[in-house]
């Protein structure tokens, strides 16, 4: 591997910025949009993800990605 962004990693890391871009969050249109590109993107590749909305056009996305480490509690 020549680096971390590498071929089909690569090329969803620019399609994942592109619908961002185009989901186009403003202060006057929220966060909404770019956090239902967000959740899509991850549940499309298997991470549980859901959308905290509030004032009509505020969210969060909250995502939970466990541990690798053996040693985690």
């Known amino acids: 591997m020549t680096g971390l962004f590498t071929g089909h990693c690569k ?10 871009i185009q989901s186009a969050p403003t202060f006057d ?6 956090a239902e590109v967000l ?11 859901k959308l905290d909305l509030w004032d009509g056009n505020r ?6 990605i466990g541990s690798n480490d053996a040693d985690a509690a």
Request: hydrophobic fraction near 40%.
């Open 29 to 34: 249109n929220g966060e909404l949009k770019a």
């Open 59 to 64: 969210a969060n996305v909250i995502v939970s």
């Open 39 to 49: 959740t899509g993107f991850f549940k499309q590749h298997n991470i549980p993800a």
């Open 11 to 20: 090329s969803t890391m620019k399609e994942l910025l592109k619908k961002l």
